[in-house]
């Protein structure tokens, strides 16, 4: 008797969860049609957050954005964490792997081996890329060279930042990356599905 009430309880979490993960799409939603209000980080609410949505593969999304060198890419790993790289042309991104190698490779690549089935682009409320060509010319140029990979004091998210803002303080998390980009663009951050 036990088992089907843990089934029925089983059941009842993933339908909650699932009413959630939908209201949450919805927020995301109405977030994009009323941020055209909201140009720069100064025009938000004390309330809003710089990330009005985050990168996800649970939802269809309304906006599919073509990437543009310059691009803040990312996807998901396990889905619980995300990794990030800069869209330097047609199909390449540059990351840095788990080992420290910095490495141009496709974007088929950069999903195939992690958990997520898109890239996701940085775009402001516009469904516009954040670009720096800067940040990708750096990026080129450290190609085939590596770092002592570390997941807390240099990881993707460090490599990525540091392409924008060569001598700033390390970050560690998607959310801290997040912040730093939407100061630097002085946008609220949109994680749009490239169109790649």
Not at 17 to 30: F, H
Not at 138 to 162: K, V
Request: proline share 3%.
């Amino acid at each position: 008797m036990a088992l089907p009430l843990l089934w029925l309880g089983a059941a009842a979490i993933s339908a909650l969860t699932v009413k959630g993960l939908s209201d949450d799409r919805e927020t995301q939603q109405k977030k994009r049609k009323y941020s055209y209000k909201a140009q720069t980080l100064s025009d938000l609410s004390e309330h809003e957050s710089v990330i009005a949505t985050y990168p996800t593969d649970l939802f269809d999304t309304d906006e599919l954005v073509k990437p543009q060198v310059g691009a803040i890419v990312c996807c998901g790993i396990g889905g619980v964490l995300d990794h990030t790289g800069i869209w330097v042309d047609d199909d390449t991104v540059v990351e840095m792997d788990g080992q420290g190698l910095i490495k141009p490779i496709s974007s088929h690549r950069f999903t195939a081996e992690r958990s997520g089935e898109n890239i996701f682009i940085a775009c402001d409320s516009n469904a516009k890329p954040l670009i720096s060509e800067v940040a990708a010319r750096r990026a080129l140029e450290q190609i085939f060279q590596c770092q002592q990979y570390d997941m807390i004091n240099n990881n993707c998210h460090q490599f990525l930042w540091q392409r924008f803002k060569p001598q700033d303080q390390t970050l560690t998390t998607f959310k801290e990356l997040n912040q730093r980009i939407a100061k630097y663009f002085d946008r609220q951050i949109f994680w749009d599905v490239c169109d790649c």
